[in-house]
Nanobody, 118 residues
Framework: QVQLVESGGGSVQPGGSLRLSCAAS????????MGWYRQAPGKQRELVAV???????NYADSVKGRFTISRDNAKNTVYLQMNSLKPEDTAVYYCNAYLLSPVVTDYWGQGTQVTVSS
């Protein structure tokens, strides 16, 4: 079992920055992949960024060059640094932990709201 708690959301003007944090209830060292997803009103949840235990990183095309995902294994925390925010980044952002063993399992946080508006 993994409990995930997101923080760092809020309201910001276009062009601003926010840093989201996802604190896990156990060591993330052996978690196969941790990622950030988002869901805007009326839309499906979509992948924003993912980082694997081996350090591989992937981003959605819409956030490349603006968002940075990172993990601190010592703090059991994953971060999402979001720069040059746009109104279309407005969504609830969810942290995800993906494990392959003992069975394939997804864990989700409760979500944190990010609103980009002037």
């Amino acid at each position: 079992q993994v409990q995930l708690v997101e923080s760092g959301g809020g309201s910001v003007q276009p062009g601003g920055s926010l840093r989201l944090s996802c604190a896990a209830s156990r060591s993330i060292f052996s978690i196969n992949a941790m990622g950030w997803y988002r869901q805007a009103p009326g839309k499906q949840r979509e992948l924003v960024a993912v980082i694997t235990s081996g350090g591989s990183i992937n981003y959605a095309d819409s956030v490349k060059g603006r968002f940075t995902i990172s993990r601190d294994n010592a703090k059991n925390t994953v971060y999402l640094q979001m720069n040059s925010l746009k109104p279309e980044d407005t969504a609830v952002y969810y942290c995800n932990a993906y494990l392959l063993s003992p069975v394939v399992t997804d864990y989700w946080g409760q979500g944190t709201q990010v609103t980009v508006s002037s």
